[in-house]
């Protein structure tokens, strides 16, 4: 895999970007057994050959994998693997799709971060941070036009406006939400499509986020983002309810 090597002049988005590109590989490889438990895993130096990256990407890579319990660093010895099995895993991991409860607390959750993330990116973000939530907007548009899933497009949508809040304990925690923090994620192709009216009500509620980080209203951006979400709740109740 070839990652482009990242400078002091990076942004904290392009940082973000990697270090998960980073972590997750990694991640695939030791559930996959490779490298095994107990084994060691490639020094920093090697790891920044082999992924051109940053020593900083790196080591936030390899935090968030520490994090997670599936590595464990020893001082002079290097980070070696644990059994993935015994890992207790993120503890925002485990938000039940079926269970409206369960669902609620999530969309809360990310209601208390997404809504500030949206007043700080309307604040912060740059030219590159900007094309790059509308760029995931319009991919969410596409698919909607095209009858593919959104559920990438929408992730990856707010994930480029936490990265534009430039907070990345915002990008961080909403990573380990991963796909669990878009509900129907683990409905889609096991129940009937989701509605074309629901995502296309999403699509404007987000057009209104893009609207307002666009022309830098905070205000604006905070409230567009905290009506997305509650409107989110109301939907995904009615949307369980009829399935």
């Known amino acids: 895999m070839h990652m482009e090597q990242t400078s002091g002049s990076d942004t904290p988005r392009r940082y973000g970007t990697l270090t998960r590109l980073v972590r997750d590989t990694l991640r695939e490889g030791i559930l996959a057994g490779n490298p095994a438990p107990g084994q060691k895993l490639p020094s920093e130096a090697q790891l920044i050959d082999k992924f051109h990256v940053s020593r900083t990407v790196i080591r936030e890579a390899l935090s968030a994998l520490r994090e997670e319990g599936l590595v464990e660093p020893r001082r002079g010895a290097g980070v070696f693997v644990l059994d993935p099995a015994a890992a207790d895993g993120p503890a925002l991991r485990g938000i039940d ?9 999530g969309l809360e959750l990310r209601t208390a971060i997404e809504v500030e993330a949206a007043y700080l990116a309307a604040a912060r973000c740059s030219p590159l941070q900007e094309e790059a939530i509308i760029r995931s907007h319009h991919e ?83 409230e567009a983002m ?18």
């Open 140 to 222: 969410v548009g596409a698919c909607i036009r095209d009858g593919r899933s959104t559920v990438e497009a929408d992730l990856a949508f707010h994930l480029a406006i936490a990265e534009a809040s430039n907070n990345r304990r915002f990008v961080e925690i909403l990573s380990l939400l991963g796909h669990e923090m878009i509900p129907r994620a683990a409905l889609e192709g096991k129940e009937a499509a989701t509605p074309t009216a629901y995502l296309e009500r999403l699509y404007e509620e987000h057009r209104l986020i893009v609207n307002a980080i666009s022309s830098r209203d905070q205000i604006a951006a905070r």
């Open 97 to 105: 799709p079926k269970r409206i409860s369960s669902v609620v607390e």
């Open 226 to 243: 905290r009506a997305h979400l509650a409107g989110s709740q109301q939907r995904y109740r009615a949307y369980l309810a009829n399935l």
